[in-house]
């Protein structure tokens, strides 16, 4: 959904918090205000991105591609998760024995025997960003620098460049 935060009726930060809760939708927010609160608040309320107008038609085809892949991804991340949960209990159920977790780094090997360079893609969570979020507000905006967000997140998989291109 593309929005825009000024609108005669309503205001897009409640329109963006009904989408949110309601259908649970990426929302795009543009503007002709460009201040840093504003971004802020629409980031805190759930928007993928904020685009201050005039906005490029090619630099919205790029953001709502961005946007509609992460959602996509996430839903299907989370019917995998469902799916390998009802799968794993049906095979507790009908099994005697024992069922292992798969070991991913196993299988992640090249043809070679080496384990593969390639880097497993981060994904951020509501939960995760919404942590993130909070974490930005407690430094503040002036002082929310990757190294200190890293360091107050503490959450293992994270690095500090993760935690760098998502303030980006």
Do not use: C
Request: aromatic residues 6%; neutral net charge.
């Amino acid at each position: 959904m593309i929005t825009d935060v000024n609108m005669s009726e309503m205001d897009g930060f409640q329109l963006l918090e009904i989408v949110q809760n309601e259908i649970n939708l990426p929302v795009i927010m543009i503007s002709v205000d460009s201040e840093f609160e504003g971004v802020l608040k629409a980031i805190n309320y759930g928007a993928v991105d904020y685009l201050v107008k005039p906005v490029r038609l090619e630099e919205l085809k790029l953001i709502w591609r961005h946007a509609v892949k992460r959602y996509l991804n996430e839903k299907k991340d989370a019917n995998e998760i469902r799916s390998k949960d009802v799968q794993i209990s049906e095979l507790v159920k009908k099994s005697k024995y024992r069922v292992r977790e798969r070991n991913d780094d196993a299988n992640n090997d090249s043809e070679d025997g080496l384990p593969s360079q390639k880097r497993a893609r981060f994904t951020w969570t509501s939960e995760l960003h919404a942590r993130f979020i909070d974490v930005v507000n407690q430094l503040g905006v002036k002082k929310a620098v990757p190294r200190k967000i890293f360091d107050m997140m503490t959450t293992p998989e994270l690095t500090r460049e993760i935690v760098a291109n998502h303030l980006q």
